[in-house]
């Protein structure tokens, strides 16, 4: 058994870990169609078992699983003490190691400590305290000069027999691992040589479906009952972080739509706990028809978040539809 083996191997443990952990947080929130379609939508759940074929289980699945924990331990007791946002700040510093770019959604970490406390309060100030080294290891990394080709031989040559992807040097599929060889122009060089105006509206398209369930499930539970106007702000707040720091990654890396699901993704975590504190939610999911299951199947099954730009086409977004067209 080999090193790629091991791999694979490791993927599938880290993802059921994902996975049951998820359910463990969600098992006791109310059943209606909002929650359905934000478990079930190709932005979260599906978008893994959509892309899996083509790159496995990504490094972001760490961050899922530290969200998840940090809710359940919020969920379970009072955090006292320095220990709850020293761990978080340790888990902050492996995440940026795994992958720099994960430092634009370390915000999403904090943001259940906030609708915990429903304020800046002394957890949520010790939280954002412990998030400091992981950025601080973060902007370390991205200033960083890229490895030598001797590097990327080495690193390379240790995963044989079987030659990833990641491995690859030229082509329209460069793999990840060579990129760590090229600098910030080239990766804005390729990102713009797979720009068109197709891929620009399926991306437009796909990210407006992906944070539907979103603002349904919110608007349909009126979640924003359940929160102080600071808390609010604090949330807002975070949100114009991550945007901010969002932008750079656009413009260098061509992998939209795993940036869009890892966006989805938190925010439909901090959710579905969040719809476990709130006192005032009833059982307004009893008002169901058939017919809204049906949009649900419909939604859930007639469009694909594509993982990266290449992938980014009409047909690939939305094989159903593309099918009956071409039938006609």
């Known amino acids: ?13 880290i993802f059921a870990v994902f996975l049951y952990s998820t359910y463990c947080l969600i098992k006791e929130s109310p059943l209606s169609p909002a929650t359905v379609v934000l478990i079930f939508s190709p932005a979260f759940i599906l ?20 969200l998840v924990f940090i809710c359940l331990c919020l969920q379970k007791s009072i955090p006292k003490g320095f220990s709850f946002p020293v761990l978080i700040g340790i888990s902050a510093v492996v995440l940026v190691l795994c992958h720099e770019m994960l430092v634009a959604y370390l915000p999403y970490l904090i943001m259940p400590v906030i609708l915990y406390e429903q304020g800046f309060g002394l957890i949520t100030r010790r939280t954002l305290l412990a998030l400091l080294p992981g950025i601080l290891v973060a902007l370390l990394l991205v200033t960083r000069p ?52 197709e891929t620009t509206t399926v991306y437009i398209v796909t990210g407006l479906l992906s944070f539907s369930p979103v603002v349904y499930t919110i608007s349909f539970y009126k979640l924003w009952k359940n929160l102080s106007k600071k808390a609010i702000l604090l949330i807002e707040s975070c949100f114009s972080i991550i945007i901010i720091l969002m932008i750079p990654l656009f413009i260098v890396a061509a992998d939209y739509g795993r940036f869009i699901s ?23 999911e009893n008002a169901q028809t ?6 649900v199947v419909l939604f859930l099954t007639n469009w694909k978040l594509p993982m990266w730009l290449l992938f980014a086409t009409f047909q690939n977004a939305f094989p159903l539809i593309s099918q009956l067209l071409v039938q006609r």
Request: aromatic share 12%; proline share 5%; hydrophobic share 45%.
């Open 1 to 13: 058994m080999n090193v790629v083996h091991l791999t694979i191997i490791a993927q599938i443990i």
């Open 290 to 295: 058939p017919i809204i299951w049906g949009g």
């Open 262 to 284: 890892i966006h989805i993704t938190c925010i439909s975590i901090i959710i579905l706990w969040f719809l476990r504190l709130s006192p005032t939610i009833t059982h307004i």
């Open 47 to 66: 978008f893994v078992v959509w892309s899996w074929p083509n790159v496995g289980v990504r490094k972001e699945v760490f961050l899922y699983i530290t």
């Open 146 to 197: 890229t490895i030598s080709e001797a590097t990327w031989n080495i690193i390379c040559n240790s995963i044989q027999p079987i030659p990833p992807r990641d491995c690859l040097s030229n082509g329209e599929y460069l793999g990840a691992i060579t990129f760590l060889t090229k600098d910030t122009s080239f990766g804005i060089r390729f990102t713009r040589s797979f720009t068109t105006l």
